[in-house]
């Protein structure tokens, strides 16, 4: 594609006509992975500013830059815009030919939910025959035979893009993708086009980012405002913020929870032994399914799941047939089996609403003690680790407070603001909970303590397959490590 092209799409010019007639070969931010023809695009981030890179980009081959200032001294043909992030978007949606206008696209925003809420539609879509695209914090799946692990619950514009049209291209007939309030505020998705998006739920988390909980939910709605014109808006009424949303809502909506008024009404939730019962009434019809997901909280997850699915024409009677074949995410109430008699659940609930959740759904299936394990990441939201603690103190008979990810932060001083916390809630080290900085170590305490009927959450890292500590970062498996600690215990 010609540079011309681009410099139309960004709203751009550029005095060089040779420039513009310049071939290029790709879109790239990051100076390390520019290659020859590529267009730089220099954005600003929190730790490093892609204007101090033009001269790494075109010794890797970049062919231009894009920059919202002048940067002297660089051979590099530049191209002023007043915001690259915006123009690199723009420009990434030019380049792959808008791949989001060559199928139905399915957003889905919230603090809560956004994971398995994808995961199901995913899995509602395929069983419907409808090959279909995910985009998400666990797995990027472009089509049935290529899932990749993903890094950012939304990608990079430029990286977003391509994968679209790799699914485009790979005959994909819808797709359905996380979009985080990080990714809206940053334009990372200007430009893309939703046919349904969805809204959870929100609660507080990346305060440290948006400020308070209006900038936060402003960062939320602007996925309704990058819909398609025909697009529909599925939201959770039984969230105050959702209930706001609907309000400013113009076109067709679909509403999901409890209240009498939705169209995806929840009007039961019975925990099984290793599985859950749920009834709905999809716009009056009464849908009963057994389905394998564990905790109160997937009813809303479910629900919002079945309104994507009205949404693309699928039918109530299809909802009943298909919901208990749906399979629980990855670290998300994720059970732990070596024929033990007792339950292990591996979640990633790191915030306080979501342990708060997570413990009420552990308790649905625990005859015995509920054990809690609990710490908090570093580098981020410092006001909710004393909330952490005193949920966990509160909600389980038996809390463990230990180490999550400390990225820079000195563990121990994560450790002492959890603590606050239980000692708010009435904790008595040695009664009601221990300290084990050391995670491994402290789910194998965990494990030691376990009897019949007992139930151990282990809370805060979920899918993640790796722990990132001052010194830098290791492989660490939540499961891995339980699993080990249960064979050790004599259990296969």
């Known amino acids: 594609m010609r540079?011309?092209?681009?410099?139309?799409?960004?709203?751009?010019?550029?005095?060089?006509?040779?420039?513009?007639?310049?071939?290029?070969?790709?879109?790239?931010?990051?100076?390390?992975e520019a290659g020859q023809g590529d267009l730089f695009f220099a954005v600003e981030g929190a730790s490093a500013d892609g204007h101090d890179y033009l001269e790494q980009a075109q010794k890797k081959g970049a062919v231009a830059a894009v920059v919202s200032r002048n940067v002297d001294g660089c051979s590099l043909p530049q191209i002023l815009v007043p915001d690259t992030r915006e123009a690199l978007a723009l420009a990434a949606c030019e380049f792959y030919n808008h791949p989001?206008?060559?199928?139905?696209?399915?957003?889905?925003?919230?603090?809560?939910?956004?994971?398995?809420v994808a995961w199901l539609v995913h899995q509602l879509m395929q069983r419907r025959g409808i090959c279909c695209g995910l985009?998400?914090?666990?797995?990027?799946?472009?089509?049935?035979?290529?899932?990749?692990?993903?890094?950012?619950?939304?990608?990079?514009?430029?990286?977003?893009?391509?994968?679209?049209?790799q699914m485009r291209d790979r005959g994909n007939r819808a797709a359905v993708m996380?979009?985080?309030?990080?990714?809206?505020?940053?334009?990372?998705?200007?430009?893309?086009?939703?046919?349904?998006?969805?809204?959870?739920?929100?609660?507080?988390?990346h305060l440290d980012y948006h400020t308070d909980m209006d900038s936060y939910f402003d960062a939320k709605t602007i996925l309704f405002k990058e819909m398609s014109k025909t697009g529909r808006s599925v939201v959770g009424l039984d969230d105050p913020?959702?209930?706001?949303?609907?309000?400013?809502?113009?076109?067709?909506?679909?509403?999901?929870?409890?209240?009498?008024?939705?169209?995806?009404r929840i009007t039961g939730w019975k925990p099984l032994e290793n599985s859950s019962e749920i009834e709905l009434e999809v716009f009056g019809r009464k849908v009963t399914a057994e389905v394998g997901l564990l905790g109160g909280f997937n009813a809303q997850n479910i629900a919002a799941a079945c309104g994507v699915a009205v949404a693309m024409g699928i039918s109530a009677d299809f909802l009943e047939e298909n919901i208990p074949a749906l399979t629980p995410v990855p670290g998300r109430m994720e059970p732990v089996l070596a024929g033990q008699n007792f339950n292990v659940l591996v979640d990633y609930a790191h915030t306080p609403d979501a342990l708060?959740?997570?413990?009420?759904?552990?308790?649905?299936?625990?005859?015995?003690?509920?054990?809690?394990?609990?710490?908090?990441?570093?580098?981020?939201?410092?006001?909710?680790r004393a909330p952490m603690g005193k949920i966990s103190l509160s909600k389980a008979d038996f809390t463990v407070v230990t180490s999550d990810n400390p990225r820079s932060e000195n563990p121990k001083v994560i450790i002492e603001q959890i603590l606050e916390g239980v000692s708010q809630g009435g904790g008595r080290e040695g009664?009601?909970?221990?300290?084990?900085?050391?995670?491994?170590?402290?789910?194998?305490?965990?494990?030691?303590?376990?009897?019949?009927?007992?139930?151990?959450?282990?809370?805060?890292?979920?899918?993640?397959?790796?722990?990132?500590?001052?010194?830098?970062?290791?492989?660490?498996?939540?499961?891995?490590?339980?699993?080990?600690?249960?064979?050790?215990?004599?259990?296969?």
């Open 178 to 205: 996380e979009v985080s309030s990080h990714a809206l505020d940053q334009k990372r998705t200007m430009g893309t086009r939703y046919q349904v998006a969805v809204f959870t739920n929100l609660t507080p988390d």
């Open 241 to 264: 913020w959702g209930e706001k949303l609907a309000g400013m809502i113009d076109g067709p909506l679909i509403s999901f929870g409890r209240r009498k008024d939705c169209d995806i």
């Open 100 to 116: 989001s206008e060559s199928f139905p696209l399915i957003g889905i925003t919230g603090t809560n939910g956004k994971t398995t």
């Open 356 to 384: 708060d959740k997570a413990l009420d759904a552990a308790r649905e299936h625990t005859t015995g003690k509920l054990v809690s394990i609990v710490g908090c990441g570093g580098d981020r939201m410092k006001e909710k």
């Open 135 to 165: 985009l998400g914090t666990i797995y990027n799946v472009i089509a049935p035979d290529d899932a990749q692990k993903a890094g950012l619950t939304t990608a990079m514009p430029h990286q977003v893009q391509r994968m679209l049209a």
């Open 3 to 32: 540079l011309t092209s681009i410099l139309g799409a960004i709203g751009a010019s550029c005095a060089e006509t040779d420039i513009r007639r310049t071939e290029m070969t790709g879109l790239t931010a990051d100076s390390r």
């Open 431 to 492: 009664e009601n909970y221990i300290v084990e900085p050391d995670r491994r170590k402290a789910i194998h305490a965990a494990l030691e303590m376990m009897a019949d009927g007992d139930t151990l959450l282990i809370a805060g890292k979920g899918h993640e397959d790796y722990q990132i500590l001052p010194t830098g970062t290791i492989h660490f498996d939540d499961r891995e490590v339980a699993r080990e600690k249960l064979g050790e215990l004599g259990f296969k």
